[in-house]
């Protein structure tokens, strides 16, 4: 159809303007039309479609070898026999990947790294009965040896992650108690425990034996306990913060003066050179180690007032230094980051629940938080973009401490509503990667020269 | 003038078989590159059919096509070229992921008879051009060939073709369940060639 309509405007006279026009467009294929062109289809498929898709799925019983030599017969009759499809034998040469195929293949790989699945539900629960639903507590730690403790009224019980066992480490008698927070020491043995009546106790969780008491740091409850090698932080709901020496007998070798009222957030920086303190006074202090003085209180490095309410949850950041997170009570709903070099805040968001932990993970940039009402769940955030990655949600009342595993995978959270949950909320750990050569520049060494 | 008109116009099939051979050649170099088959740089820019398009360099690919050309000009002077399939495959599964197909349709009456037909060569020059454009445009709506991949040439004969020496008997090589786009077509008036390309349905588009 389209070679007859050129045959005839070829043989037309092509002086007028018009004539031309029409020629050119008789000339092109009129693409607004669907014109069947038997030549363009794809009869190799169409051949395909027909007669081997469906003969498997017809009637596979059927297919006997006569069969079959006779549907071979009939094909090559009826069309086979018409052509003949030809390749060259020697192959055209592949293509020289000028980057290494591993390397190809591992660029594309990096952007478009699988996501992660993050599970929205807990994979384990426990039950935790009487845990005292009290936000200015401390009450659950996760060891270096994977052991996890809690305290659940007068009374602390070790979990062990390892083959899921339970054991009691000690029950307060009732005028002492309850117990208002543990820390594991950084071995994984060691254990402190902070009662209601200002006492500390230090436990050796091998042997469930009581090692030591420290006595007379504190007025009232110690609510916050942080370790820093042998040095035990404590704070107390007097306001005060003392480091304790556990190694001397006299314990208390620095006071930090600063809140005015109970501390309940304590967290020694990854370094042991700066020490967060949140209270109930809204102040979030950074401590800094070299201004430490044995016979006056210490000064802080920066008094940190935007937060409206009390600051409980705190974390440092696992790959800068200097930056910490931390987050405001009920009247403050916000996470607020700091530099605690220059004391900048470098970011506030606000969550719309009261904060009462917050974790980093330790393989991504994410933070993990834990909220109260409306919605008691944990939020997963992207850093620094702080978009939303995941809400896991299950716990019925407002999610009081977190404890992340060894391994930085596997986050313990436990609630108001007295459970115990366990969300594999930060993905599987990262083979670990090959150290990098420590050869940086070539008159690095210079610098010891002196 | 006058003459010289009429012999413009005038084509052969000797010179037809040239024209859609040249136009194979293009072709094929412009999918290769526009597909992104063999590396950029492997690449010179020409300028031909009106359009600047690109011809590789590297020898072993020149001397395949031009290897393939020989061939295909011999079949399309004694008309027995039915079809020329170029298909683009996986390096590392061999999978088929694109399939070339130009189909040819060849007037017997010149093959027989030895008659010439009329055509200018500038509007089949403009036809060409129309497909060598559809073929650069063809990687916007064709899915990415994200791994390396190596491209083989079908040719589809008559039955009563001798198989050359250099050639061998090959599969279809065909795509299951396969997206079709038909492009423009271009006809001497002797061989009439359509392009179609069909490729691998992305299931992404599914979902």
């Keep these: 159809m389209d070679a007859g309509s050129a045959h005839s405007s070829s043989n037309m006279t092509r002086c007028p303007l018009q004539e031309q026009f029409l020629q050119r467009r008789n000339s092109r294929e009129n693409l607004d039309r669907f014109i069947p062109n038997r030549s363009a289809m794809d009869f190799d498929y169409a051949h395909y479609m027909l007669t081997e898709g469906r003969k498997g799925k017809e009637n596979p019983a059927v297919s006997s070898p006569s069969r079959e030599a006779y549907q071979k017969l009939l094909a090559e009759t009826l069309n086979m026999n018409r052509t003949r499809i030809l390749a060259f034998k020697n192959k055209p040469p592949t293509p020289i990947e000028l980057i290494p195929h591993e390397l190809a293949s591992a660029q594309p790989a990096k952007p478009t790294k699988p996501r992660r699945y993050i599970p929205q539900t807990s994979e384990r629960t426990l039950d935790a009965p009487d845990l005292v639903d009290d936000y200015y507590l401390n009450l659950l730690d996760w060891g270096s040896s994977n052991k996890l403790s809690i305290a659940l009224g007068n009374t602390v019980y070790l979990w062990n992650a390892s083959d899921s066992s339970t054991s009691e480490l000690v029950t307060i008698d009732e005028e002492n108690g309850p117990v208002t927070s543990v820390s594991w020491a950084p071995d994984g043995r060691h254990i402190a425990v902070g009662l209601n009546n200002s006492e500390v106790q230090l436990w050796d969780s091998s042997d469930n034996r009581l090692l030591r008491t420290l006595r007379g740091g504190h007025r009232s409850r110690v609510g916050s306990l942080a370790w820093n090698n042998h040095i035990l932080t404590t704070g107390g709901m007097d306001g005060q913060i003392v480091n304790n020496d556990v190694r001397v007998r006299s314990h208390i070798v620095e006071t930090y003066r600063g809140h005015t009222q109970e501390v309940c957030g304590l967290k020694w920086s990854a370094s042991g050179q700066q020490l967060a303190s949140g209270g109930n006074d809204n102040v979030l202090h950074i401590w800094d180690k070299s201004m430490a003085s044995s016979n006056s209180p210490t000064q802080w490095l920066h008094r940190l007032e935007e937060h409206t309410a009390a600051v409980k949850a705190l974390a440092w950041c696992p790959f800068q230094g200097n930056l910490l997170a931390s987050g405001g009570g009920g009247g403050d709903r916000t996470i607020k980051f700091w530099n605690t070099h220059t004391g900048a805040c470098l970011n506030s968001l606000d969550t719309g629940s009261q904060v009462c932990a917050l974790l980093w993970n330790k393989n991504e940039r994410e933070l993990l938080s834990s909220h109260g009402f409306t919605h008691n769940q944990l939020t997963l955030w992207k850093y620094p973009s702080m978009v939303k990655m995941a809400e896991l949600t299950g716990h019925t009342s407002r999610v009081l401490f977190m404890a992340q595993s060894p391994d930085g995978c596997t986050v313990a959270s436990a609630a108001g509503d007295e459970t115990l949950r366990f969300w594999n909320v930060f993905g599987v750990p990262e083979v670990a990667k090959p150290a990098p050569k420590a050869n940086p520049e070539p008159f690095a060494h210079l610098n010891r020269i002196r | ?207």
Excluded at chain 2, 4 to 21: E, F
Excluded at chain 2, 59 to 85: C, Y
Excluded at chain 2, 100 to 118: A, L, Y
């Design chain 2, 1 to 207: 003038m006058a003459s010289k008109t009429v012999a413009k116009d005038i084509i052969t099939l000797r010179g037809s078989a040239a024209i859609v051979c040249e136009f194979f050649g293009y072709a094929a170099n412009s999918i290769l590159y526009n597909r992104g088959v063999y590396p950029e740089e492997s690449f010179a820019k020409v300028k031909k059919y009106g359009l600047p398009l690109l011809l590789t360099q590297d020898e072993g690919v020149k001397s395949f096509i031009a290897n393939l050309n020989a061939q295909l000009s011999e079949w399309l002077e004694a008309g027995k070229l039915q079809r020329v399939v170029l298909v683009i495959m996986s390096k590392a599964t061999g999978e088929v992921l694109e399939r070339w197909n130009f189909s040819i349709e060849t007037d017997g009456e010149v093959v027989e008879k030895g008659v010439s037909r009329e055509k200018s060569d500038k509007e089949i020059m403009r036809e060409i051009q129309a497909i060598m454009r559809q073929i650069a445009s063809s990687i916007t709506y064709l899915p990415c060939l994200d791994e390396p991949c190596v491209f083989d040439v079908l040719a589809y004969t008559d039955k009563d073709v001798a198989v050359p020496f250099t050639w061998i008997e090959s599969d279809p090589k065909l795509i299951a369940n396969p997206q079709m786009v038909k492009l423009h077509s271009f006809d001497t008036k002797i061989h009439k060639v359509d392009t179609l390309v069909s490729y691998k349905n992305d299931e992404w588009d599914e979902q």
